[in-house]
């Protein structure tokens, strides 16, 4: 009977890991195809969405400021991004920058409130215009998925970026 139910829980993370993957990659497809209004859809009204900044110290290797980010948004302010993007006023998307991410390494667990814990690596090519110019960024995410029906909301995403110093000039895509 153990080995059964062991095959269970292993069953049952399994397809919990499936169903955060796929949530995860339609995600990262809405936002390379430019859907952001789509987006904001998947995302709860009390959302904390934050990076904060890498600090570089000796003998540390993961160490982030717990007050200063490269963006500290909430839903009001995500859902104000997306519609200057929309307008004529969103400098920084002008020419609209082309994205791909690639979401790997997925770890999925489920808490006891029945929201789950998953965290991500994420890899986002970057590049605007056509010049040759494109860079890349790379980090870590850890969000809190809200059950949504068969699928999630995003309660919470904190991403860690690997750089100290992101080698371009403006964060303006959604990560």
Known sequence: MAANTDRESELDRFLLKQRVERFLYEEASLLDRREQTEWLALLDEDIEYKA??????????????RSAYYFDEDYGSLEARIQRFESEY????????????????????????????????????????????????????????????????????????????PEIDKISVFL
Do not use: C, M
């Open 52 to 65: 904060p900044l890498r600090v570089t110290r000796e003998h540390v290797n993961d160490s982030f400021s």
């Open 90 to 165: 969103a400098w920084s998307e002008r020419p609209p920058s082309r994205t791909r991410r690639f979401v790997t390494n997925v770890r999925a667990t489920e808490r006891d409130d029945g929201a789950v814990d998953a965290e991500s690596y994420l890899l986002l090519y970057y590049g605007q215009g056509d010049d040759s110019s494109y860079t890349f960024l790379a980090g870590r995410r850890e969000d809190v998925l809200r059950p949504n029906g068969e699928t999630f909301t995003i309660a919470k995403r904190h991403v860690f970026l690997d750089h100290a110093v």
